[in-house]
């Protein structure tokens, strides 16, 4: 029988692993052939700007998303180095075919970005580095995402959406390598690692929140889940800087930071290092204060915030969507019913903490991710004024979950869909269900979380923990 040379050779070369100068070639090579696909995408706001300067302006569009898929690959086959070369030109085309996807979504145009964001980077046009950070905007933002609205207001007579949801896409490449950390403490398969990173690029709310909307809440989040990681690897100040680095761009981080009990009890950090979290909140502070904003300003900006959206509910998949939601009805429950929801959340975080206290020495890693997860989907579950995106950490953290006992397969599906119930009721057009739905699956999610907290510690320490 004749042998087929060519063939046997191209199958042992796609089964070998690979040299460090092949997969320098592969990922300039797969650049290459992405830019190319960027550069002929369509890019609808453009034609807006037209004329003499629109093959300008698409170039820079497709350089800021090769720049952002290079970051994507370089992540991806540095963590998957050791895989045969078929794995890794298939790790290239799967995050070709995400970035591609997401860059069709660039033009849907938000009421939070023409109403918002769009007025802000345009006050910051005609100010200076300098002057920019030291200027007081109209904005309920903490200062260092305003840095990033004023280097995008730098470029000009350009569609600045999406630079705004490159700057939401960029941080999600950090996102997913957190999630493929704290995955790969249970799993040691490369393949499998990769896999969950772009699962988590794929998540829906994920899309929905980025490269849909314009919104920043994984900026927050992919620095709460590396503050996670830290932890639970035991570097305790780099733990809590990343925690301070979080607190810096959103509020919402003190739903992740009761994960500071079952770290601490489980001694993977220490009292001392909670010093870094104002220090690295103060760090980020630096270039407001070197611009002439108030340090009363930096300090106490969240203040600011407390007193807005006074409903029971903004579209937030929360226990009061049964209440009634007309406009002349919300103001009037929340006057009634505030403090009641304010005390049901610190009785649900009061009792994860009980929970956690009383077996401390049955925490482990897997009891530390589901007590996070259950803060993060439980306690906005109970609080007034909850937005549809303040259970962004739980969609993602549930991947995790799910990865450290896949009988919860079932969780990121759960949360995810809630949270797309919610986002649809947000967004233009009508909401796929009402939000009495996302309220029952939301409750079905925490329950099942509660359950597996509860069983995990109660259980002896699984065979793959090992404790330092």
């Not at 730098?154 to 950090?174: G, T």
């Not at 920043?216 to 680095?245: E, P």
Request: charged letters at 15%.
């Amino acid at each position: 029988m004749k042998k087929d040379f060519a063939s046997d050779a191209l199958r042992d070369l796609l089964g070998k692993r690979v040299p460090a100068w092949a997969r320098a070639l592969l990922f300039a090579l797969a650049t290459a052939v992405f830019g190319i696909f960027a550069y002929h995408a369509r890019y609808a706001l453009l034609d807006e700007y037209g004329g003499f300067r629109i093959g300008e302006l698409t170039m820079l569009t497709a350089v800021v998303f090769t720049v952002l898929y290079a970051v994507m690959m370089a992540v991806q086959l540095h963590a998957g180095r050791k895989m045969p070369l078929y794995a890794q030109i298939l790790l290239c085309v799967t995050a070709g075919v995400i970035l591609l996807g997401k860059i069709s979504l660039l033009d849907y145009v938000s009421d939070d970005y023409s109403i918002f964001l769009n007025e802000w980077i345009y006050a910051y046009t005609d100010m200076g580095i300098k002057e920019g950070l030291g200027a007081y905007i109209p904005s309920d933002y903490t200062p260092p995402y305003l840095y990033l609205l004023l280097l995008i207001s730098r470029v000009k007579e350009y569609p600045w959406q999406y630079l705004v949801k490159a700057v939401s896409m960029l941080w999600e490449i950090l996102m997913a390598y957190a999630v493929m950390k704290l995955a790969g403490l249970r799993v040691k398969s490369d393949g499998k690692k990769l896999l969950i990173f772009n699962m988590a690029t794929l998540l829906p709310t994920v899309v929905f929140n980025g490269a849909y909307w314009g919104q920043c809440d994984v900026i927050y989040v992919s620095f709460c889940l590396m503050a996670l990681y830290m932890g639970l690897t035991k570097r305790g100040a780099a733990s809590m800087a990343f925690f301070g680095v979080a607190l810096s761009f959103k509020l919402q981080t003190v739903f992740f930071l009761p994960v500071l009990l079952p770290l601490w009890l489980r001694k993977d950090i220490k009292l001392r290092h909670l010093l870094m979290i104002p220090a690295a909140y103060m760090a980020m502070m630096i270039p407001a204060l070197w611009g002439g904003k108030s340090l009363h300003h930096v300090l106490f900006r969240y203040f600011g915030q407390a007193g807005t959206y006074n409903f029971m509910t903004v579209n937030g998949p929360c226990l009061y969507n049964f209440l009634p939601k007309s406009a002349e009805q919300e103001e009037m429950l929340y006057e009634m019913f505030s403090q009641m929801a304010i005390c049901l959340g610190m009785a649900m975080l009061i009792m994860v903490c009980a929970m956690l206290c009383v077996r401390r020495e049955h925490i482990t890693k897997k009891s530390t991710v589901l007590a996070c997860l259950l803060v993060l989907a439980g306690v906005p579950f109970f609080l007034p004024k909850m937005h549809e995106r303040y259970t962004f950490g739980a969609d993602i953290l549930s991947l995790v979950a799910a990865v450290y006992s896949p009988k919860l397969a079932i969780l990121p599906l759960l949360y995810g869909f809630a949270s797309y119930i919610c986002y649809t009721a947000g967004l233009p057009g009508d909401s796929i269900l009402q939000l009495k739905w996302a309220t029952i699956i939301q409750g079905a999610a925490i329950a099942l979380t509660a359950a597996a907290l509860w069983r995990s510690l109660h259980e002896e320490e699984e065979a793959w923990e090992v404790k330092a």
